[in-house]
């Protein structure tokens, strides 16, 4: 069972607060992107919520890796446009390798050819939701929705819009509501943990995302988000340790450091 997140009592912040809050904005953003760079550069499977992605591998966009996974998919595409396979290991692949307004493109055919494809329409938000079109993300989403018998999936993607646009408070009630559905799924303990980290909320989205890294399918960036908020916490050993699992040592090491640094950097 998820323990239940502190309430914070808010007042009114001072210039010196603020500031404090600023910094914390700022070394999460980077901290984040070192996570994405970490995971770009891990060998381990990535179990994506979009069938096509599972089991594939993390690429820099760019890569050869990359740039093989989107001829491979396109030329699926390209003969046939309506194939719902085709068009999500497309369009992820496009995704990864950075061509978003492309992947856009090819999920709003998709959602057109397939207007009752849950996992097409998923995909779909979540991309709209990238390039900062949050409105029409939660449209696409509220219309795949049945509530009769809601997706889980969709309610992770619409928790995930309400994080990205700062309301921790809305996403955390729907990852906890799909959470009943799919109670031992590690990608949503995973957005909760961060939904948590977002927050600042460091020991909720510790114990979070240590439950999520226990489970079966957790993928590689379950476990680097856990070294992430190790790292935050000042728990730079054990962050070390977990991140090793996923990357090279000597990478792993000099990731945590990079880590000190710029927390020691951030308190100076």
Not at 21 to 26: G, Q
Not at 215 to 223: E, I, N, Q, W
């Amino acid at each position: 069972m998820l323990r239940t997140a502190r309430i914070l009592t808010m007042q009114a912040p001072s210039t010196h607060s603020a500031t404090k809050r600023s910094r914390l904005t700022k070394t999460l953003m980077a901290m984040t992107a070192l996570v994405l760079v970490t995971g770009c550069a891990s060998n381990k499977s990535n179990t994506g919520t979009h069938s096509p992605a599972s089991g594939t591998h993390y690429s820099n966009p760019g890569s050869a890796q990359a740039r093989a996974a989107v001829s491979k998919w396109g030329s699926a595409y390209e003969r046939d446009r309506t194939n719902r396979m085709a068009i999500l290991g497309y369009s992820d692949a496009l995704s990864r390798n950075g061509q978003t307004p492309q992947a856009m493109a090819v999920l709003r055919g998709g959602v057109i050819a397939h207007p009752k494809d849950r996992e097409i329409a998923s995909a779909y938000g979540k991309v709209l939701a990238m390039n900062g079109r949050f409105d029409e993300a939660m449209n696409v989403l509220k219309g795949a929705q049945r509530p009769d018998t809601p997706d889980w999936k969709l309610m992770s993607a619409k928790a995930a819009i309400y994080d990205q646009m700062g309301e921790h408070k809305k996403a955390r009630s729907i990852y906890k509501q799909a959470l009943q559905i799919a109670p031992d799924d590690p990608s949503l303990l995973n957005n909760l943990g961060l939904s948590y980290l977002l927050s600042n909320e460091l020991p909720d989205a510790e114990y979070t995302l240590r439950r999520a890294a226990t489970l079966p399918g957790a993928d590689s960036r379950v476990r680097q988000n856990l070294a992430l908020v190790l790292g935050i916490q000042g728990k730079y050993d054990e962050a070390i340790q977990v991140a090793r699992a996923e990357l090279d040592p000597r990478q792993a090491e000099a990731n945590i450091a990079y880590l000190r640094s710029m927390m020691q950097q951030r308190q100076g």
